[in-house]
């Protein structure tokens, strides 16, 4: 029973930062209707610029997530405004190859610049925990987690409340109607990809706190990060958070009572799973 | 002049053919490597082109062909004709068996089922004893690079002439209304998803036969290779590159990618991942419609074929 | 009525807790032209969506030649005969004229023409009747709004269907342009086909229709000859709302 709630807290906690990484590509698929094939290079170079920012700098990983998010936010920018933009209204197949380009050209310089050495965000109390009625809760993936909860509000939020939220909104539901309102679709597009690109950032770096990076992570996490948007609704904070959950959860479970090598399994299973048995609610989002 | 189109295209496999006679043995085996993905681009031309359902799981097919075909020789020790119809079958009753459910999603929701299906096949394989599990299977040897040269050539030829039939049949007329618009095809009487899964098994049955000439030739297999993900896009890409919905279009964008990685590769490794990376980026923004597209939308309105496309797609 | 073409009883369609139609039933004969008119949002492109199978009923009956249909899917029904144009127009945007045209011949009634080069012969036949013929190569995308609508016409009528569904053909068009279409769907009519149509151009209405049937909020409130259908008060007040006195 003990093991069983080890097991559910560790999912838990993978679980938000799963969620984390589902926001940004369920944001950008649900606003520009872009699949982003790059998403996960682009949580991968957040680590890698988190990682520089404390082994560099000495800044210390929480505190310096912003700067790396607002550095991913300027790329995610750049890219929409001068690649993206240029295909976002031909058919979805060539964002889909160009983001795939982008994936490789990411990678091959990551391994280029940063070599393919496995490389660890390691503050200082990365390895203390706190033990609740035996069960042990450490403190980096702890904080990973609250951080993703608090970064899905904010996103959450930001939709809801804010003007620019709302803009993007519109312009998800109805770019024609939303042109007439006065927003400027190429701005919103390039701040859209951008803050997905910032998520995208910021997962990357608590990545990097609670496990290893290199060049390579970025493809199964693509992956993963599909599942879970596919699941949350895509555009849907809250419910991507879920989604993240669920797979966390379900991960931690099938290494636990199988094997290890399930686990993929047990993520695309489910994803063809969802994706067989739902299909009515997800083709009101095609 | 139609009449000379028609030589074209035999004149050209006849001079495919007789390459292995007249060139080193490293360019044999580029050549085999090069027609067997040209073929998997083929194949996915009928159910990503010509029909315009996306598939990232056309690996599955391939996989299975080369599984079925190991199996087939190293455990039950047929022969090679019945091993390459025995992946054939298994990639076909795969196609069968999930086309129809999966069939019924759309665009990218679609591309991604397929792509859980290809890392659950492959993880499959991994685990199960006939399989060799994770350490593979070895097939009987067999030298004679020609010959598998010639094999993979007729199987390009044969994939390829069916493309070229369904592009002028009635039925690739209905994969394209499905592509084009899916509920106005249901309407005018075209039964979508038999169609669908009729072109999803064309697109297995090559891609697995391939797979089978590709497993007796380098004769050792294991999942990663066998379900190597990278195929997949691979065989898009080329595609994509060269003119979906064409019939040459994908032997084209399969024939000069491959060129372009092999001389790559060579010089330097990685750099030829990154100039891959690069091609792709421009090709998608200078060319949507692919390189076929290109060369005569160019010939017809010069430079502005760039522009009409630029106005025409971006935001 | 003599045997009617097509029957539909009770027919009622809900969308989550929205009722679209409600309890609809009415009778086609064979070469009856029948006009199906009503305020927007009333429930008409819905029925014609559940006659060619594009929705599936939440209840009723739908005969077509005596036979139930309501559980057929789209193209067993297109098969059967029945052709419609969309009212948000779907050419398929990448083919030409003519091969949008020749789907509808390859396709249509009976499981259309087996020979992709005879469906051809008869898809420009079906380009000349209706006008489209000296624009066979061009994508169909680059047409403008009339012609579109030219273009839908024809390819519902390559099909060679016997009931024909038409979606609000003459919106956007100008007077002259009415009347061509006009002269069009009687043309169509003797050749032998059924014609149930959408309009809200009340000129076309009354030259074309042998009946009109009209619906408000989904429900029936009128059915029966033209010129008694548009003088009933109740027609007069769904469109033009209460008089005020």
């Given amino acids: 029973m003990q093991l069983f709630g080890q097991i559910l807290v560790n999912g838990i906690l993978l679980g938000g930062l799963y969620g984390l990484m589902g926001l940004g590509m369920g944001l950008v698929w649900g606003v520009l209707k872009i699949v982003n094939l790059a998403h996960g290079a682009l949580i991968m170079l957040g680590g890698y610029a988190l990682y520089y920012l404390y082994t560099k700098a000495g800044i210390d990983p929480f505190l310096g997530l912003p700067l790396a998010m607002l550095a991913m936010f300027v790329l995610g920018y750049l890219l929409q405004t001068a690649?993206?933009?240029?295909?976002?209204?031909?058919?979805?197949?060539?964002?889909?190859?160009?983001?795939?380009?982008?994936d490789v050209v990411f990678v091959y310089l990551a391994q280029l610049l940063f070599t393919a050495d496995f490389r660890t965000i390691n503050p200082p109390y990365a390895g203390k925990n706190v033990s609740i009625s035996g069960v042990v809760v450490p403190y980096a993936q702890f904080g990973a987690f609250l951080v993703a909860l608090v970064l899905a509000g904010l996103l959450f939020l930001v939709l809801e409340k804010t003007r620019t939220g709302r803009a993007i909104r519109a312009t998800a539901q109805n770019l024609t109607a939303a042109?007439?309102?006065?927003?400027?679709?190429?701005?919103?597009?390039?701040?859209?990809?951008?803050?997905?690109?910032?998520?995208?950032?910021?997962?990357?770096?608590?990545?990097?706190?609670?496990?290893?990076?290199?060049?390579?992570?970025?493809?199964?996490?693509?992956?993963?990060?599909?599942?879970?948007?596919?699941?949350g609704g895509l555009d849907k904070p809250l419910g991507v958070i879920g989604g993240g959950l669920i797979l966390g959860i379900a991960e931690a479970m099938a290494a636990l009572y199988l094997d290890p090598t399930y686990t993929d399994i047990i993520s695309f299973g489910l994803l063809v799973v969802v994706l067989i048995a739902r299909p009515a609610q997800l083709l009101g989002r095609a | 002049m139609n009449r000379y189109r028609w030589l074209a295209?035999?004149?050209?496999?006849?001079?495919?053919?007789?390459?292995?006679?007249?060139?080193?043995?490293?360019?044999?085996?580029?050549?085999?490597?090069?027609?067997?993905?040209?073929?998997?681009?083929?194949?996915?031309?009928?159910?990503?082109?010509?029909?315009g359902y996306p598939s990232f799981g056309n690996s599955v097919f391939y996989g299975l062909g080369t599984y079925g075909t190991a199996i087939a020789m190293a455990q039950f020790h047929w022969s090679f004709g019945s091993g390459l119809v025995f992946g054939a079958v298994l990639g076909v009753a795969c196609a069968l068996l999930f086309g129809i459910p999966i069939l019924r999603l759309r665009g990218p929701y679609f591309a991604i089922a397929t792509l859980g299906l290809a890392a659950v096949m492959s993880a499959i394989t991994a685990t199960v004893e006939i399989a060799g599990k994770n350490i593979g299977l070895i097939l009987p040897l067999f030298r004679g690079d020609k010959l598998f040269y010639e094999l993979s050539l007729i199987l390009l030829v044969a994939a390829t002439g069916t493309v070229a039939w369904i592009a002028r049949s009635r039925f690739g007329a209905g994969l394209v209304a499905i592509r084009e618009d899916e509920d106005a095809a249901q309407v005018m009487g075209i039964n979508t998803t038999m169609y669908k899964v009729a072109a999803l098994t064309v697109a297995a049955l090559f891609s697995a036969l391939a797979g089978g000439i590709h497993a007796y030739w380098i004769t050792f297999i294991d999942p990663?290779?066998?379900?190597?993900?990278?195929?997949?896009?691979r065989m898009v890409i080329m595609t994509l590159f060269g003119g979906p919905g064409t019939v040459l279009g994908p032997v084209l964008g399969a024939f000069v990618l491959s060129a372009v990685s092999e001389v790559l590769a060579s010089q330097a490794t990685g750099v030829a991942s990154l100039f891959y990376g690069f091609v792709i980026v421009i090709a998608v923004l200078v060319m949507p419609k692919g390189l076929l597209d290109l060369v005569q939308g160019f010939r017809e309105t010069g430079w502005r074929y760039f522009v009409d496309n630029l106005r025409r797609y971006r935001i | 009525m003599t045997e009617p073409l097509f029957e539909v009883r009770h027919l009622t369609k809900r969308f989550r807790g929205l009722i679209a139609v409600s309890d609809v039933t009415f009778r086609v004969a064979p070469r009856e032209i029948v006009g199906l008119i009503g305020p927007n949002g009333a429930g008409k492109t819905t029925i014609i969506s559940l006659i060619s199978g594009t929705l599936v009923p939440s209840a009723g009956e739908i005969l077509f030649e005596g036979r139930h249909i309501e559980?057929?899917?789209?193209?067993?029904?297109?098969?059967?005969?029945?052709?419609?144009?969309?009212?948000?127009?779907?050419?398929?945007?990448?083919l030409s004229?003519?091969?949008?045209?020749?789907?509808?011949?390859?396709?249509?009634t009976g499981g259309g023409e087996r020979r992709r080069e005879r469906a051809e012969e008869k898809a420009l036949e079906w380009l000349e009747f209706t006008g489209l013929a000296r624009r066979m190569d061009q994508p169909a995308e680059a047409l403008g709004g009339p012609d579109r609508k030219r273009l839908e016409f024809a390819k519902a009528l390559a099909m060679n269907p016997k009931l024909l569904l038409l979606d609000e053909v003459m919106a956007g068009l100008n007077s002259v342009e009415v009347d061509q279409v006009v002269e069009l769907i009687k043309k169509v009519r003797e050749k032998g086909v059924t014609i149930l149509v959408i309009e809200h151009v009340m000129k076309a209405i009354r030259r074309l229709s042998d009946r009109l049937l009209v619906l408000h909020h989904g429900q029936q409130i009128a059915e029966g000859r033209t010129d008694e259908v548009l003088s009933d008060p109740r027609v007069v007040e769904a469109y033009l709302g209460k008089r005020r006195q």
């Avoid at chain 1, 933009?85 to 795939?100: E, G």
């Fill in chain 1, 83 to 102: 690649l993206l933009n240029l295909i976002v209204r031909a058919a979805q197949l060539n964002t889909l190859l160009l983001t795939f380009g982008l």
């Fill in chain 3, 71 to 94: 559980r057929l899917p789209a193209y067993r029904r297109a098969r059967l005969g029945i052709g419609r144009t969309f009212q948000v127009m779907k050419p398929f945007p990448g």
């Fill in chain 2, 9 to 51: 295209l035999p004149i050209a496999a006849a001079a495919l053919a007789v390459v292995p006679w007249v060139t080193s043995d490293t360019i044999v085996q580029y050549g085999i490597n090069a027609l067997l993905v040209a073929t998997l681009a083929q194949a996915w031309n009928v159910i990503g082109g010509f029909s």
């Fill in chain 1, 179 to 231: 042109r007439l309102y006065g927003v400027n679709p190429k701005r919103i597009y390039a701040i859209t990809f951008g803050a997905g690109a910032a998520l995208a950032g910021a997962a990357g770096g608590l990545y990097g706190i609670v496990s290893q990076i290199t060049p390579y992570i970025g493809v199964t996490l693509t992956a993963k990060s599909f599942v879970i948007a596919i699941l």
């Fill in chain 3, 97 to 108: 004229v003519l091969e949008n045209v020749t789907v509808g011949a390859l396709f249509g």
């Fill in chain 2, 224 to 233: 990663a290779s066998a379900f190597d993900p990278s195929l997949n896009v």
